[in-house]
């Protein structure tokens, strides 16, 4: 894996020490050390950043991993690539392996495309090339004006599956949500098992529900049409009750998204797998966020085991909940980073990758 030319640098932008995990991983399997630089807050919470090697006429790869405190990940990031063109390198890569703000990414109501935001700023920080792994939308590479490799965790997930799972093949592959299905369904053409999808959400019990006797008297309308203007009104949308699409009985049930953080949708759709019969539930995620009480949840919850890569640090949480297992991806981003800086093909770490992975 050492195979590399010279003129290769590698920082970690993270001041936090338990994020620096990965990257030491990944200089390892390249054979390299790890740049030297201070990254650390003022008194005054200010980020300063100090090079203290040379780097002109350089590769310089900046590998950043989200901590808690997602804002100073971003500026610790901003700083160390200006910092790199201010001093002259060759070209300069990011290693985001989670994209910070990524839910953000559609227009909602009167907010803002933050992801959108966030890669102008990296670009106009100097960014030449960024290495991330499965975005939230694929869309997201349209914001940059740099090219963009977004990797995918999956291979690492269905190894994990086929060689810690006992008797996977009666397993069955869940999406907890439609939303995920393409994902789910992915999962399971590769494994070759079956697919259900979950749909509906919780219904409130007869007590708890409205009954009117409180509610301002309706207006009758005539049809659908605003009386102001000849526009149609969209009907609201309205979920049925929670139905699970496949049979799971007697089978293990398989959860896959591609972010684990609030996990009350994971422990909701864990519940209802156990009342249709799954004996065993997992969760599998690319991105472990697990923020506030997340291990607890899911210590407590009909959860087996959960799932994710090192993209984001998380061994706190480990500590906080046993089910909580890690599969290691330093394996594909140092990969990457020895083929971008040799200028060898990237095509070889998307072999078999369709448009919905």
Do not use: W
């Amino acid at each position: 894996m050492n195979d590399t030319k010279g003129g290769l640098v590698i920082f970690t932008a993270n001041s936090h020490p338990s994020s620096r995990e990965l990257s030491k991983r990944i200089a390892e399997r390249l054979g390299v050390e790890l740049g030297k630089v201070q990254v650390y807050q003022e008194a005054n919470r200010e980020t300063r950043v100090q090079i203290q090697e040379s780097v002109r006429g350089k590769d310089v790869f900046v590998i950043q991993t989200v901590s808690k405190d997602v804002n100073t990940t971003i500026m610790e990031m901003l700083i160390m690539v200006y910092a790199c063109r201010t001093s002259c390198a060759r070209s300069i890569t990011g290693v985001l392996p989670y994209f910070p703000y990524s839910k953000q990414c559609k227009m909602r109501k009167r907010g803002s495309i933050v992801s959108k935001l966030i890669a102008s700023m990296m670009c106009k920080a100097g960014l030449t090339h960024l290495i991330t792994m499965d975005l939230h939308q694929k869309e997201i590479q349209g914001f940059f004006n740099i090219p963009v490799d977004n990797l995918r965790a999956s291979p690492f997930l269905l190894q994990y599956i086929q060689e810690e799972i006992p008797d996977y093949r009666n397993a069955v592959i869940v999406a907890k949500s439609p939303a995920s299905a393409k994902r789910a369904q992915s999962f399971a053409e590769r494994l070759r098992l079956g697919l259900a999808v979950i749909h509906g959400e919780a219904q409130d019990a007869e007590s708890d529900q409205v009954d009117g006797r409180h509610s301002p008297p309706t207006v009758k309308t005539t049809g659908a049409i605003h009386p102001s203007m000849d526009i149609p009104l969209l009907i609201p949308k309205e979920k049925p009750p929670i139905t699970v699409v496949g049979d799971v009985g007697g089978r293990i049930a398989i959860i896959v998204d591609d972010i684990i953080d609030d996990v009350s949708s994971f422990v909701a759709a864990a519940e209802t797998l156990k009342e249709r019969g799954a004996y065993k539930i997992y969760v599998m995620a690319t991105h472990g966020i697990l923020s506030s009480d997340a291990p607890r949840f899911i210590e407590e919850s009909a959860i087996d085991e959960v799932v994710v890569t090192n993209t984001i640090p998380h061994e706190l949480q480990k500590l906080q909940c046993p089910k909580i297992k890690t599969a290691d991806i330093s394996m594909i981003l140092s990969e990457a980073i020895r083929r971008i800086h040799n200028g060898e093909s990237m095509s070889y770490l998307f072999r078999n990758i369709g448009m919905d992975d």
